[in-house]
């Protein structure tokens, strides 16, 4: 297998100091506390995804530097989902979080959408925060949220402006942009959002801000792909105004330096996912910057009223998804060892499961799952019903389609291309089997490694009596997935427009609950031991 690139975050600590501050804002806090009252520091976190333990630890960080700098707090997307506190109160039990911590500005990451628009907008109303992204707008041009907030800090004006990756609306949350007859009815402006961006900017700089802060949740994968325009170094590379850029989606750990349009460094940060670090912006008296991303881990300050609010929530979460529902002998893996997620790129055992579960529940010849509807790994112990949704967290009901041998092949070519990079869409099966064809090598779709989706070959459908026949592209088969994967936009939308033959009207999870109780003894065993 080959080797995940790593990121090295190298943080340095000038001694002991309450609020973890940088070497360059220790310097500079030195002196009258009028003049350390000139400094900026801007708290950013991402794609936090329901990890609400570190939201006291973010406020705790705060809280302290407020004795000594103008603070603001900013949120870069995907906080509403992705977690059993999300997934049991569709979004309600985050929003009660953030709203105690009085955030300067957030932006929308795609998973904003997964509950629909009506319930994405009054979850947001809720946060008592600016929300802000330039380029959602309905289809007659007009923006849904503020494409930016001016905040005044000590006399200096911060324009933060958000900005959401097109994905959200080509791909990844599709039908949260269409309605019932799958016309238009919100976009994000695949051609031109990076022209919306230059636009807010130049509006804020007009209005009199000193900095602008853009609130990015693009991702940044501008290496494995150079030609992708819908990344922030693509915003950076094209724009001009920006001073800094935090971003969202890739869920990668950056801290690095993009050249604008005009040929000036812009800073670029990501956290990472799950509050793997609080992300720190530090603004100088003079308009120096510097970026540090400190390891959540590390921080020891936390927000007393901030952690009384996670407390309750976590009490409520127990109550409801705390009782035993099954045992495991073994480890169910989502997360590989670097912190990636193997089910975007390889089979694994968790994904066996679901695609079982969900085959034998539709009683379907083949079952389906996109590899980022799984996000964490499940424990070898007992299992909650909690760990059951924080594998699975997304209200993803299991539906059975009818499709040919042909429509199959193509989702398999298309999600499996862009090997070894990650796809959310990368098709976890069950049922069926199929090699990748590297040159002269021919490795299984367990392995990792560099293809051309074109390869795909020797595809198999699993029969009756347990033997494999070839996929015929001209026959029909029944495939169980879920409405994410086949209804609404993902595998690329492959699948949209095949018949559907049945509803479940059981959400993908419980499947998994039902399957292991009903079929396996309510014990999770030998033939899920290899992680494939």
Known sequence: MKKLLQIAIILTFCGLTTTLTSCRSVKNAVGTRDK??????????????????????IAG????????????LVSCGDFLQGGTPGAISRGQYITDIMRSMHYDAVTLGNHEFDYGVPRMRELLDGLNAPVVCCNYTDMQGRNIYA??????????????VGVLTPYTELKAEWYAFHDAKGQSVYT????????????????????????????????????????????????????????????????????TLIRNSQGRLVHLANTGAYFTNIGKLWIGAEGQMDITLIPARQVTQVSTA???????????????????????????????????????RQQTNAGNLTTDA???????????????????????????????????????????????????????R?????????????????????NISI?????????????????????????????????????????????????????RGLFIGCTVLQTANTLCRDAVVKYVKDTLGGNIGQQYAIIW
């Open 414 to 434: 298309q999600n499996t291309a862009s090997l070894p990079a990650e796809d959310g869409d990368f098709p976890q099966v069950s049922g069926l089997r199929y």
């Open 439 to 491: 040159a002269d090598h021919t490795i299984t779709n367990a392995e990792v490694m560099q293809v051309d989706g074109s390869r795909i070959s020797d595809v198999e459908v699993l029969q009756t009596d347990g033997t494999y026949a070839p996929l015929l592209p001209t026959a029909t088969y029944t495939v169980a997935s879920t409405d994410y994967a086949t209804i609404n936009g993902g595998f």
């Open 188 to 255: 994000l402006h695949e051609k031109t959002y990076a022209d919306m961006v230059q636009q807010a900017v130049d509006k804020a700089r007009s209005e009199g801000a000193d900095y602008v802060v853009l609130l990015s949740h693009t991702g940044e994968d501008f290496a494995s792909d150079p030609s992708n325009h819908l990344t922030s170094n693509h915003i950076i590379s094209v724009t001009h105004g920006i001073d800094a850029v935090l971003d969202g989606h890739s869920h990668n750990a950056v801290d």
């Open 306 to 344: 901030v952690d009384a609010e996670i407390q309750k929530v976590k009490r409520q979460t127990k109550e409801q998804t705390g009782r035993v529902v099954m045992h495991s002998d073994y480890p169910l893996v989502v997360i590989d060892p670097n912190g990636g997620s193997l089910t975007r």
């Open 358 to 412: 969900m085959r034998w529940l539709m009683k379907a010849d083949i079952g389906m799952i996109t590899g980022g509807s799984l996000r964490q790994d499940m424990k070898q112990d007992d299992i909650t019903y909690d760990d059951i949704i924080n594998m699975l967290p997304f209200d993803n009901y299991v539906i059975k389609i009818q499709a040919t041998g042909a429509q199959i092949l193509e989702v398999l």
């Open 61 to 72: 960080l705060r809280d302290g530097v407020a004795d000594t700098a103008w603070v603001a």
């Open 147 to 160: 494409p930016y907030t001016i905040r005044n800090y000590g006399g200096r004006k911060v324009a933060f």
């Open 36 to 57: 350390t009252r000139q400094s900026i520091v801007i708290l950013f976190e991402t794609d936090v995804h329901c990890a609400i333990s570190d939201y006291a630890k």
